[in-house]
């Protein structure tokens, strides 16, 4: 079976490192870029088609939300907004979903087992819906 490609967008380096170990835990998933700047991921985008995408929404240069603008509609990826701005309902996060982000996640409160466990659970759940929605999944009938 293929594993589902990852693709994480974060500016912070303690997040990304954090977010590649989380999915390196799963067998069946697997990163294939890791950038801390959107115009770079963008880049990428030209030669990578992942399955779904990690995005941050404050970053330097590029936040999530002009990143989402700048996909191409032939380019749309399920992107997960994660980030301590991605609570339901905010401004922000409805935004993200009116441009195509399909699901939101606040990273760990913390530190101790359970949080990250939590996480990690959760996240996993999130990953494989949206995978659901990609491209590799989606059948096209004539």
Known sequence: ?????????????????????????????EIIGSYFDGNLALDALRTKKPDVILLDLEMPNMDGLTFLEKLSQDQKYPTIILSNYAIDGSEMINQAIDLGAVSSLVPPPSNKIEDLEKFKNILHHRITIASLKSNRFTLECK
């Open 1 to 29: 079976m293929q594993k589902t490609s990852i693709m994480i967008i974060n500016d912070s380096r303690s997040m990304r490192l954090f977010l590649e170990e989380v999915i390196k835990s799963f067998a069946d998933f």
